[in-house]
């Protein structure tokens, strides 16, 4: 990319892949690709275009997290593990901006439920109208929007703000009981995801 279009003034990572199987069932080199998809390419990425946004104190890093960034989930242990670490990394990143006076350099964090591309196929929401299953365009448009704010951190749908900010105060018993109330211990229990393509 660099040698094809130069420096870059907005990073978007966005790749992902899920494996929806409880930890114990799945296989090491399937969550060691979790790995390398959902966070290691963050740094690969950050380590190939940030010296040159800190060169002109310009640009925009966007890093596609996940709502499971933020809460853990029934048979996602990798996926969240991975999300968790990207939502640390590029909030750590932002923070060293910051520190270094890189003002230029603006970070915006994407915590997204469910999102309708295949990836999380089968998956159900038990409250529909509070957690829907978000469309790819509504997504986009949110981030396009925020990026433009230059917004810190888009979670979405906004309940889930909310359900942050539970788990933050609540007793972990009590934030237990709330979890599973809101499906978010049967969410994969349907899973299929999206296979692979011949």
Sequence with gaps: VKKEVGDVSILINNAGIVTGKRFMDS????????MEVN??????TYKAFLPAMMASNHGHLVSIASAA???GVNRLADYCASKFAAVGFAESVDFEMKVMGKTGI???IVCPYLINTGMFDGCKSKWTRLL?????EYVAEKIMTAVRRDQEILILPR???FFIFLKHILPVKLTVLFSEYFGNFHVMDT???QGKKD
Excluded: Q, R
Excluded at 39 to 44: C, E, N, Y
Excluded at 132 to 136: F, G, K, S
């Design 27 to 34: 296989p090491d080199s399937v969550v060691e690709k979790s």
């Design 39 to 44: 966070i290691m390419a963050h740094f690969w």
């Design 69 to 71: 960034g933020l809460i």
């Design 106 to 108: 603006k970070t915006t």
């Design 132 to 136: 829907p299953i978000l469309e790819p």
């Design 159 to 161: 309940i889930v703000y």
């Design 191 to 193: 899973f299929k995801g």
